[in-house]
């Protein structure tokens, strides 16, 4: 069955440094993949999506790979803040032709 | 920039009452999807309308039910419930990629929080 995953211990870093979360999959072959912000009690954020044929994307300080080959992406963010401290999801289709499926989702720490 | 709304914004029922979530989705917006959040837990597709036709059905109980309007607002009903109940309910719509129908980017609100007691 199709299976997402993303690391699940907190990831603490210190300010400035850049953060880099992982997010592998399992019997997918998804045309895109999404990453989502989540704080506590609060709807998930969109944040990015790319597309199966590209291989980077960034949006200001975030970054996102994507390697099919691999089944994997990562999200990096740069210069980072404590105000980046949240829960990041990955997405990716579901079993639905129009719907996603979450990662559980890694807990970012970013130490002041 | 507008945004989805739900209501209310927290619900305490007692086992075995009805609820009903409504959901507001962002004006032109033609998808709205529904999803279920237990605590520490990713969020579970529930269920999706399409141009307010039932799209997709995912991990939905059937003692849950939803439609859509012709306003596009969506409401969430669900009865018989339960202690497992208890969640965050979001709400999420979106414009499907015109030319696959696959879902693209997906704004959430803010979320019910479903306390039963």
């Known amino acids: 069955s199709q299976k997402i995953e993303q690391n699940s211990e907190a990831l603490n870093i210190q300010e400035g440094k850049t953060a880099t979360l992982t997010c592998n999959y399992t019997?997918?072959?998804?045309?895109?993949l999404q990453w989502y912000r989540q704080d506590p009690g609060r709807g998930p954020v969109f944040l990015l999506l790319i597309r199966e044929n590209e291989k980077e994307k960034r949006k200001e300080r975030l970054k996102v790979t994507f390697d099919t080959t691999l089944k994997q992406s990562l999200f990096h963010i740069t210069a980072s803040q404590p105000a980046d401290s949240a829960t990041y999801l990955c997405a990716l289709e579901g079993s639905g032709y129009s719907t996603l499926t979450f990662g559980k989702g890694t807990m970012l720490l970013v130490s002041p | 920039a507008a945004g989805v709304i739900q209501s209310p914004r927290h619900l305490i029922k007692e086992k075995r009452e009805t609820a009903t979530l409504k959901c507001y989705p962002i004006?032109?917006?033609?998808?709205v999807y529904w999803y279920q959040q237990g605590p520490g837990q990713d969020p579970q597709f529930l269920i999706s309308f399409y141009e307010k036709m039932q799209s997709d059905k995912g991990s939905i109980p059937d003692r849950f039910s939803a439609q859509q309007f012709s306003d596009y607002h969506s409401e969430l009903n669900m009865s018989s419930l339960e202690l497992g109940d208890s969640a965050l309910y979001f709400c999420?719509?979106?414009?499907?990629?015109?030319?696959?129908?696959?879902?693209?980017?997906?704004?959430f609100g803010p979320g019910t929080r479903l306390t039963v007691t």
């Open positions: 999420a719509s979106s414009n499907r990629d015109g030319t696959r129908g696959r879902a693209g980017e997906q704004y």
């Open positions: 004006p032109r917006h033609d998808t």
């Open positions: 019997n997918y072959s998804p045309a895109y």
